[in-house]
Every structure is written in structure tokens, then in C-alpha cells.
């Protein structure tokens, strides 16, 4: 229970009061007692000021358990070189999502989850309590973001890098996680996911996963899936440090026709370089799905989805990833910050009847108090979201270039 220090103050008081006083000579020669009383006097102000030391380091222990909530409204204007309606109107300017934020800790338990709702649907972001073993090492156990590849992002625009498309970037599925770092040169991941973070197969989610809801034979689901990560930490001086890791993943991929399990496996190593106020990322992918589908159904693309728009995707493929960002401290205003970047994602696949995808996103990131706005130009060649028939396909759009001008500005409480 919560004590309150004036209380405490109080009642220390009241004790050095109300305590028997040795009765005092008349003899004015006579200094003994008043030193004996001075001395206790000054001990008793000693406790005194110890206790409410005490207090104060309780009432700030207290003080950060419990949940904060918080969150984002976040507004898009967008203006597309295929839709002739849409440039005809000048672009639209409209909600992109509203999201609700949930952290703390309760005791020994960390609580954090991220919920947002969409102009066509609503998905969990990611939702996990966890626990710190030690300062060093933690476990997260609900819906959690997969350790693979460069963390956070391996991408620096509104738009996240071509990864994010194929789900291997900003990825969140529901199981356990363990990090450990054994000291400052050293981060280690080990982590099992039992599916993704919907199991209904459902492409109304945040992140990018195999989905069900769109072609009829292409039923396969996500499921038991083990990953491995470690990244070495190397600085050479207070203007350059760089992060080289490596990533692994392998799981099962369950087939609702055929009601067999099939596999799927993944690889990466990746480079993120901090140079004074630059960022360097490099990063290479395999991955490759092997699904157990029906007779007559093609094995060499899966469905994935997100968003609520499912779409074919190469089940094999390498993906490369190289991006460059600068940032710009500065006081204009309200502005504190600018960072201005080019992502840009070559995707390779290696199945037969396909074409590759690239994407290419320009543009700055712009701090101002609460609010966080991007300005981006996000250009591709096959590649789903820019007007492209999948990723990896060799159909209509695997020759065209198309492009997109996307303003969006959030405020975050």
C-alpha cells in the first residue's frame, strides 16, 4: 500500500515530541543533559530525512507501473498515374488509419499492444505481455514482430520497403520470443511462432502472411514456424558504427484442401551502417515455399494478402534491399527534424512463368512536435501496390512502369 511522506514526516515528528525528555539541571555548569538531548535531536533529523529519501525512491518505483495509452490519427493524400479518375479530381486527400497505442507494466509483467482501424477494416498491430529475466534478456509471448532481417525496418518511408510486401519486414505473428545480449557487442533472437496473427486466413491485417479469402485453391495457412537471428555490433569510432546479422526461418505452410503440411524456408544477411547524421542498409533475402496444393494447382506461386487485397506472389525468390537516408536536425518552427531517403528493392524470382519487381520510394520524413508527416514518391515495375498484377508474376504489368505521390501526415498522442 502507498504510503504518503507527509504522513511519515508527521509521525516522526510526533515521536521526537511526544518521547520522555531527561529532566534538566538546574545547575547552568552543568551541560551534560542538553548535549544528550542535542545529539538525539540530530539523530532523530537524520532518520528523519533517510525516511523520506526511502519514500521518494518507493513513490518513483510506484509511479511507472501501470498502463499509458496513446496513439496516432493519421491523414493521406495520394495522386496515382493509373487511375485517370483520380487525376482528373487532382488526387484525394482522406483518412489512412486511426490507431490506439497500450504500454506499460503491471508488477513484473510488460504489456504492450497496438490496435488500428482502417478506412474498410480494423487489425491488432501486435499485442504481447513479457518479462525481463534480467537487463540483458527478455521474452515476449502473444503477437509479436518476427525477428528476421534488418529491426526495426529495413526501409525508412512511409511505404516500407519491398520486404514488407513479400513478409519479411515489420512482420507480426502470434507465439513466443526470447532476445539475449550478452553484452554490447553481441544480439541474439530465438523465437516459435504457432501462425500468424490471424488463423481465419483473412487478408484484413497489417502484416503481409499466405491468406485464404481470395482464390479458392489457394488455401494454404501459416503455421509452427521456428526463427533464429543474431547481429554482431561493431564501432569503430564515435562517427561510425555498423550492425552485420544474420537471420533464419523455416516453418510449415498447412494446405486446407489437401490437409497436408507443406514447408517454406527463408535466409538473410544484412547490413545497417550509421556514418555522423547518414544510414547505409543492405540486405539480401532467399526465400522459397514448398506447398502441398491440390492436383492441377500450380505450385510455384502462394497468395498472400493484407489490407483485405489478396494477390499471387513467386514462391521463390531472391530479394535485395539498398537504402540510403540523411537527417537533418534543425529548429524552423515548429520542424526539428527532416530525414530524406531512397529505398530501393530488386525482387528476383526463380520459378518458371514469372518476371521480376522493383520498387524504388524517394522522399523526406519531417518531425514537428507531435506530428510526423512524409512526402514520397514510390515508383514500380511489377510490384503489388503500384498498380502491379502481383509480385513476381509475368503478367500484364510485368513491363510497365507506374507511380504514386503520397503526403501523409499524422499527429501522435
Known amino acids: 500500500m502507498k504510503t504518503n511522506q507527509k504522513s511519515v514526516t508527521a509521525g ?13 539541571a538546574v545547575d547552568r555548569d552543568a551541560p551534560t543533559d542538553v548535549d544528550a538531548i542535542k545529539a538525539q535531536l540530530e539523530e532523530l533529523q537524520s532518520q528523519l530525512v533517510e525516511l523520506e529519501d526511502r519514500q521518494a525512491e518507493r513513490d518513483a518505483e510506484e509511479s511507472t507501473d501501470g498502463i499509458r495509452f496513446g496513439g496516432a490519427v493519421r491523414l493521406t493524400y495520394a495522386w496515382t498515374d ?10 484525394d486527400f482522406d483518412l489512412e488509419h486511426v490507431g490506439i497505442n497500450m504500454d506499460g507494466s503491471i508488477g513484473d509483467v510488460i504489456l504492450s499492444a ?26 515476449e509471448l502473444g503477437i509479436t514482430q518476427v525477428p528476421f532481417g534488418i529491426l526495426p525496418f529495413s526501409s ?16 507480426y505473428d502470434a507465439g513466443i520470443k526470447l532476445e539475449h545480449r550478452p553484452n554490447d557487442d553481441w544480439t541474439f533472437h530465438a523465437a516459435f511462432f504457432k501462425n500468424s496473427e490471424y488463423t481465419s486466413g483473412r487478408s484484413e491485417r497489417y502484416s503481409f502472411d499466405l491468406v ?22 561493431l564501432v569503430t569510432s564515435d ?40 544510414n547505409f542498409q543492405l540486405q539480401g533475402v532467399r526465400y522459397q515455399y514448398n506447398p502441398e496444393n491440390p492436383d492441377g494447382v500450380s505450385s510455384s506461386f502462394v497468395q498472400k494478402g493484407a489490407f483485405g487485397f489478396p494477390f499471387m506472389m513467386a514462391a521463390r525468390a531472391n530479394v535485395y534491399t539498398a537504402n540510403i537516408a540523411r537527417s537533418f536536425d534543425m529548429n524552423l518552427g515548429p520542424v526539428s527534424n527532416v530525414t530524406c531517403y531512397n529505398d530501393f528493392t530488386y525482387i528476383d524470382p526463380t520459378v518458371k512463368d514469372s518476371s521480376n519487381s522493383i520498387q524504388n520510394v524517394t522522399g523526406c520524413a519531417i518531425t514537428a512536435g507531435g506530428v510526423l508527416a512524409y512526402v514520397d514518391w514510390i515508383a514500380g515495375r511489377n510490384m503489388w501496390f503500384v498498380n502491379g498484377d502481383g509480385i513476381g508474376l509475368d503478367g500484364d504489368s510485368a513491363g510497365s512502369w507506374n507511380s504514386r505521390f503520397n503526403f501523409n501526415v499524422g499527429y501522435y498522442f
Open 114 to 139: 497496438q490496435w488500428r482501424r482502417y478506412n474498410d477494416f480494423q487489425a491488432i498491430r501486435y499485442a504481447w505481455v513479457g518479462y525481463e529475466f534480467t537487463d540483458r534478456t527478455h521474452m
Open 239 to 278: 562517427d561510425f558504427r555498423v550492425d552485420l546479422g544474420l537471420s533464419l526461418q523455416g516453418g510449415q505452410m498447412y494446405n486446407r484442401i489437401t490437409e497436408r503440411n507443406g514447408s517454406r524456408f527463408a535466409g538473410a544477411v544484412h547490413a545497417d551502417a550509421y556514418y555522423r547524421d547518414w
Open 212 to 233: 485464404t479469402d481470395g482464390d479458392d485453391d489457394q488455401q494454404n495457412l501459416e503455421t509452427n514456424q521456428v526463427n533464429l537471428r543474431g547481429e554482431r555490433h
Open 82 to 91: 493509373w487511375d485517370d479518375q483520380q487525376k482528373d479530381r487532382g488526387g
Open 156 to 171: 525508412h518511408s512511409f511505404w516500407l520497403g519491398g520486404t514488407y510486401y513479400v513478409g519479411y519486414e515489420d512482420d
Open 12 to 24: 516522526v515528528l510526533a515521536g521526537v515530541l511526544l518521547a520522555p525528555v531527561p529532566a534538566l
